[in-house]
């Protein structure tokens, strides 16, 4: 029997994951594009995790405190920053909601 599919955030899930979750690298509620290449595949924890952490870079203008960022994956953490450096590069479009995408 095939092995589901899981996300990059940890080396193994246990047990596998459900589903799987779509998440936008540059949320489309933070004005990110709906391809391809803005897109990877997370369990819905990290999934929820990447969203904190993102919200955590908006409130702090950058990377919030080691002590918040401590807390999340390797993984989840990348994802947060890379999704946060996006939105500045694309000009900080106003955000409609950071939950969403």
Same mark, same amino acid.
């Given at each position: 029997?095939a092995?589901?599919?899981?996300?990059?955030?940890?080396?193994a899930?246990s047990?596998?994951?459900?589903?799987?979750?779509?998440?936008?690298?540059?949320?489309?509620?933070?004005?990110?594009p709906?391809?391809?290449d *803005?897109?990877?595949?997370?369990?819905? *924890?990290?999934?929820r *995790?990447?969203?904190?952490?993102?919200?955590?870079?908006?409130?702090?203008?950058?990377?919030?405190?080691?002590?918040i960022?401590?807390?999340?994956?390797?993984?989840?953490?990348?994802?947060?920053?890379?999704?946060?450096?996006?939105?500045?590069?694309?000009?900080?479009?106003?955000?409609?909601?950071?939950?969403?995408?």
């Amino acid at each position: 029997m095939a092995r589901a599919r899981v996300c990059v955030c940890v080396s193994a899930h246990s047990p596998d994951p459900q589903s799987l979750d779509s998440h936008h690298i540059w949320p489309l509620g933070m004005g990110g594009p709906d391809t391809a290449d *803005n897109l990877v595949t997370v369990c819905p *924890n990290a999934h929820r *995790n990447v969203h904190e952490l993102l919200r955590a870079w908006v409130k702090w203008d950058g990377p919030p405190p080691w002590e918040i960022r401590s807390h999340f994956g390797r993984y989840t953490r990348e994802l947060a920053e890379r999704g946060y450096l996006l939105w500045v590069a694309g000009g900080r479009p106003p955000r409609r909601a950071l939950d969403g995408g």
